[in-house]
Nanobody, 124 residues
Framework: QVQLVESGGGSVQAGGSLRLSCAVP????????MAWFREAPGKEREGVAG???????SYADSVKGRFTISKDNAKNTLYLQINNLKPEDTAMYYC??????????????????WGQGTQVTISS
């Protein structure tokens, strides 16, 4: 059973920043695409940022300019930097991976390997 482990969530005031981390097992780190999703209460899970094996990134329009996805190959770790946090960013954040080589990493339905999530709560 593949296990992705997210960390770095917490309660932050609006305007602050957070960096989320996702520890990825070695074999899974060689996935073609990895991504971050979020799920707010009462809403569907949505993809926010993706990155391919070459480091090419893609973002949902709603987060462009504030979210940055990156990875550290030496640490097998995926990151999500979130700046200028807003109350509407409150959600459970999940990392995900997909081995299929091809297509675009912002094809959000492609992902089939998931972590358990880390909660982000933003107060105004």
């Amino acid at each position: 059973q593949v296990q992705l482990v997210e960390s770095g969530g917490g309660s932050v005031q609006a305007g602050g920043s957070l960096r989320l981390s996702c520890a990825v097992p070695g074999n899974t780190y060689r996935s073609y695409c990895m991504a971050w999703f979020r799920e707010a209460p009462g809403k569907e899970r949505e993809g926010v940022a993706g990155i391919d094996s070459d480091g090419t990134t893609s973002y949902a329009d709603s987060v462009k300019g504030r979210f940055t996805i990156s990875k550290d190959n030496a640490k097998n770790t995926l990151y999500l930097q979130i700046n200028n946090l807003k109350p509407e960013d409150t959600a459970m954040y999940y990392c995900a991976a997909d081995f299929f080589a091809g297509g675009e990493c912002d094809e959000w339905k492609r992902y089939n390997i998931w972590g358990q999530g880390t909660q982000v709560t933003i107060s105004s």
